[in-house]
């Protein structure tokens, strides 16, 4: 989806510096967004004022190249250093991530198959670079999905890193946030499929400071490759036309996960109350024509 991804992961680095009377800490907080989050388009707007697209990158068929293009829509030159990185999800659409010597028996990471350049860029502001991708598979290359994220991380300038600690301070601490965006780097290999249900369709009353129900489900993949896609709720009263209440854009559901709970935050037309009719869901996929790959529906009594 393309959506907007929470930070993922759990890097957090501890810096040390000695003077002649005191030590200085400095913590650097580095905050991963990623894959698995919202989009808006086929762009994303990065924290740091870098603009990635696409942000989702799949090699199948006989597709070997692939371009990525970042953008510095800031007003300061920035430098971003750019990695491999894989990430496990959760049912909830949560991401953390893993060493590969903690993959899973179903877990398969793309890094080794793909050469990129460059490694680190430099953006003055509005200014563009493009990071070009190539695929090389190994001659025995089992069937299958492979996945790792491309993670753009920004290197913050001399101004922002801690300086040398005062002396007549025994103490000092310094926060320096690094920020950075993953996005999925995708490859199919040999033959791949997957099918996609939806269940559990529940409606939720607002709480706390919500002002609006919600519609929560869960998304159930079988097959060996991941799912992609967009969601939208639409109210069909028993009387009168149907209304669209609710959207959410790029989900995934990333492989070897079979189940994620989901939900959407509904907002009814003036003059339309969630009775007396039905909640129909639908799940799209944007890369085949807004091809419905799963669908289901909730009565409203």
Known sequence: MPTPQKPSGSPVALVERCGRAARSLCVLFIFLCGSLATAVGNAQSGLGDLLITPTRIVFEGRQRTAEITLV??????????IAFVNLRMNEKGGTVEIGATEAGPDERFAEDLIRYSPRQVLLEPQVGQTVRMQLRLP???APGEYRSHLLFRAVPTPEATAKDADPAADFRVQLTAIYGIS???IVRHGETSATTTLSELALVPPTGSETTPSLRFGIH??????????????FVPAVGKPSVVGIVNGVAVYTPNVLRLAGIALRAPPGVTFTKGRLHLAYTRQEKGNETIAEADLLVP
């Open 72 to 81: 510095n829509t800031g007003h300061s030159t920035a430098t971003y250093r």
């Open 221 to 234: 993949r079988a097959g060996n490759r991941s799912v992609y896609g967009n969601l939208t709720a639409t």
């Open 183 to 185: 996005i999925p780097i």
């Open 139 to 141: 001659a025995d290359l």
